[in-house]
T-cell receptor, first 111, second 112 residues
């Protein structure tokens, strides 16, 4: 039972490069989320989706884009990476009646 | 708007002594509240959740939390700490569409 799987687990980018983080869930959950975790700040919501084909902004959406073309996948894109986007990124999924399940995280460093 | 405040950034205990991690919430209605744990370089795991049923909630690994509306608190406790409890703990509430709002975290240190 995979749950929520994030790829890649680690990545180093140069300033200005782009990349996409992939999140996949196998629990048929309606809701999916992208959070970033920074020291002393807990987790902050970047973007979320309430169903296939839908996306919405969270607390800190600037510099990121997302897409949910399939119910089981939620992609997070960085078009032009900046050092301020160095963080640990977590994907999560949930249903209307379940708690959120989290992936193992992606550690991104932008130099 | 719903929010949670974790009152301690670090808590240090000795193995075998009680654990108390404090969380206050702010909500205009009866909230859903959660405690998650994160071990070093790991994802987040749900410890327990309150969703307006019993005010004393029991979770995994011997943890429990009590919802106190009069004090707007949801403190996490464990009678006897174990070395494996050393981790970061997050108090969490949710808003519309199950969006989670996290506290800033409490790092629990357990010494032998």
């Amino acid at each position: 039972n995979a749950g929520v799987t994030q790829t890649p687990k680690f990545r180093v980018l140069k300033t200005g490069q782009s990349m996409t983080l992939l999140c996949a869930q196998d629990m048929n959950h309606e809701y999916m989320y992208w959070y970033r975790q920074d020291p002393g700040m807990g987790l902050r919501l970047i973007h979320y989706s309430v169903g296939e084909g839908t996306t919405a902004k969270g607390e800190v959406p600037d510099g990121y884009n997302v897409s949910r073309l399939k119910k089981q996948n939620f992609l997070l894109g960085l078009e032009s990476a900046a050092p301020s986007q160095t963080s640990v990124y977590f994907c999560a999924s949930s249903s209307t009646v379940s708690e959120a399940f989290f992936g193992q995280g992606t550690r991104l460093t932008v130099v | 708007a719903q929010s949670v405040t974790q009152l301690d950034s670090h808590v240090s205990v000795s193995e075998g002594t009680p654990v108390l991690l404090r969380c206050n919430y702010s909500s205009s209605y009866s909230p859903s509240l959660f405690w998650y744990v994160q071990h070093p370089n790991k994802g987040l795991q749900l410890l327990l959740k309150y969703t307006s049923a019993a005010t004393l909630v029991k979770g995994i690994n011997g943890f429990e939390a009590e919802f106190k509306k009069s004090e707007t608190s949801f403190h996490l406790t464990k009678p006897s700490a174990h070395m494996s409890d050393a981790a970061e703990y997050f108090c969490v509430t949710n808003t519309g569409f199950q969006k989670l709002v996290f506290g800033t975290g409490t790092r629990l240190l357990v010494s032998p």
